[in-house]
């Protein structure tokens, strides 16, 4: 049987660390300490009777502080700025949620699959924030995609399930089927990148209900997000859906239907600018 030549095969696991056999990849975050990214986002919510769709914007750091052997990171989200438009929510509490927010801080672990296994706040954090960053905090796991176990080729599908929560302090909570589809791999080494397809459903747990009021919802949702594997993080997601909720208050039965857009795209680092220019140097004169 023929071998590769040592440098060859040298080569091969340079360039292509999660490549295996049959065209397979295992798909994995391969972080760097020091690291860090700024992404911006928007989301935007169409609310029946609504003349406008509310429209949140805003924008995170995200720092890897350091690498574990096992390859999970511990990393430090920073909010820098949330803004809030829209006649669905008082313009008071617009004012004071952006306030309160920005600058908050939290450090979780992520694994290298991207599955998130210890998370809290830094700092000291208001009272009347609370209900609502403990949401932020527990809903870290939406802000990536998580891999697949095993290695897989393009076109292959997996699954997660979680839990988000739709109104603060948990007055509501969905939850969440995700298929992950990967649909090309781009580059190699720091460049390379896995492109997926996403598409979700969304459904209220049993019994659910919202100050007294027993409710049913459920929802679904399609989408595509770049993980920048060589890099360790998230690239570029766009997601679209509709929800629909139905409840009976008084005895009158309500069916509201919403419709939603979120993207996230990372900002392109600041260009450094130019060093000063270089001293011309002099050359002695030396004695023929």
């Given at each position: 049987m023929k071998t590769l030549p040592r440098a060859a095969a040298l080569a091969l696991a340079l360039v292509a660390p999660d490549a295996t056999a049959q065209g397979l990849t295992r798909l994995r975050y391969r972080y760097a300490a020091g690291q860090r990214a700024r992404y911006v986002t928007r989301t935007t919510q169409t609310?029946?009777?609504a003349a406008a769709p509310t429209v949140i914007t805003g924008?995170?750091?995200?720092?890897?502080?350091?690498?574990?052997p096992d390859g999970a990171a511990d990393q430090r989200l920073r909010i820098v700025r949330l803004d809030?438009?829209?006649?669905a929510v008082p313009e008071?509490?617009?004012t004071r949620a952006a306030a309160d927010i920005a600058g908050v801080t939290i450090e979780f672990t992520q694994d290298a699959r991207g599955a998130?296994?210890?998370?809290?706040?830094?700092?000291?954090?208001?009272?009347?924030?609370?209900?609502?960053?403990?949401d932020v905090v527990q809903s870290l796991d939406q802000m990536g995609a998580l891999l697949p176990a095993a290695p897989v080729a393009v076109g292959a599908a997996w699954h997660d399930q979680r839990t988000i929560h739709v109104l603060p302090g948990g007055g509501l909570d969905m939850n969440v089927?995700?298929?992950?589809?990967l649909r090309q791999m781009r580059?190699?080494?720091?460049a390379q990148t896995a492109l997926l397809g996403v598409s979700m459903t969304l459904s209220t747990p049993p019994g659910a209900n919202v100050r007294g009021v027993r409710l049913n919802g459920s929802g679904a949702a399609t989408g595509e997000a770049a993980v920048e594997l060589g890099r360790g993080r998230m690239g570029r997601g766009h997601t679209a859906g509709s929800l629909r909720?139905?409840?009976?208050?008084g005895g009158r039965a309500i069916d509201l239907e919403s419709a939603f857009t979120h993207d996230m795209t990372p900002e392109a680092p600041a260009a450094r600018p130019p060093g000063p220019a270089a001293r011309p140097q002099t050359r002695r004169a030396t004695a023929p």
């Open positions: 609310l029946p009777g924008s995170h750091e995200v720092e890897t502080l350091r690498v574990r809030i438009a829209g006649e008071a509490m617009r998130i296994t210890a998370r809290h706040t830094v700092g000291a954090v208001p009272d009347a924030l609370r209900p609502v960053l403990d089927d995700v298929t992950y589809t580059g190699a080494g720091p909720v139905q409840m009976n208050v």
